[in-house]
């Protein structure tokens, strides 16, 4: 049978894990942030009306058109384009 945690030992598990947590969600926003300036830079290189098709071939992880227009307007959104 697991041993039983206390309440003091509970709180201290819940607080190292919401650390975590939010260095991780830290983490991830500043390369989505940093992945939102890149694909605008790429923009203004691709020809007019190949742009889905590119981000499809190159960016295959943003999975649809609509995920990479979120992430162009990341850095807008925040501020910082």
């Known amino acids: 049978m697991a041993r039983r945690?206390?309440?003091g030992a509970l709180a201290a598990e819940?607080?190292?894990?919401?650390d975590a947590m939010v260095?991780?969600?830290?983490?991830?926003a500043s390369h989505a942030i940093r992945?939102?300036?890149l694909l605008l830079e790429?923009?203004?290189r691709v020809e007019h009306g190949q742009w889905e098709t590119w981000v499809r071939e190159v960016a295959d992880r943003v999975h649809a058109p609509r995920a990479s227009r979120a992430l162009v307007d990341l850095p807008?959104?925040?501020g910082r384009a």
């Open 14 to 18: 819940i607080r190292e894990e919401l």
């Open 76 to 78: 807008k959104r925040i």
């Open 35 to 37: 992945v939102g300036h």
């Open 5 to 7: 945690r206390t309440s």
């Open 42 to 44: 790429a923009k203004t």
């Open 23 to 28: 260095n991780a969600f830290s983490v991830s």
